[in-house]
């Protein structure tokens, strides 16, 4: 004789392996969702960065022009 463990879901009792084979699954997907997110947020998080990184040495390269310019000038 062999015992099964059983498991109640909406469409009734089933194995409980196969339960929690199917929970793991679930639990898979969602990490992978998770991880998705996340990347896409690290690499619009690097974008701003590299955006502003530029600007700033835009802005300080036209820092730099202006004092050269004012120090022509006076």
Request: aromatic fraction near 6%; hydrophobic fraction near 35%; charge should be positive.
């Amino acid at each position: 004789m062999q015992v099964t463990k059983l498991r109640f879901e909406d469409n009734g009792l089933v194995p409980a392996g196969h339960y929690f084979a199917r929970v793991a699954a679930g639990l898979r997907a969602q990490n992978d969702r998770g991880a998705a997110i996340v990347e896409r947020g690290e690499q619009s998080e690097q974008k701003l960065e590299a955006r502003f990184r530029r600007a700033n040495r835009s802005s300080g390269r036209r820092a730099q022009s202006n004092q050269q310019e004012e120090a022509r000038v006076s």
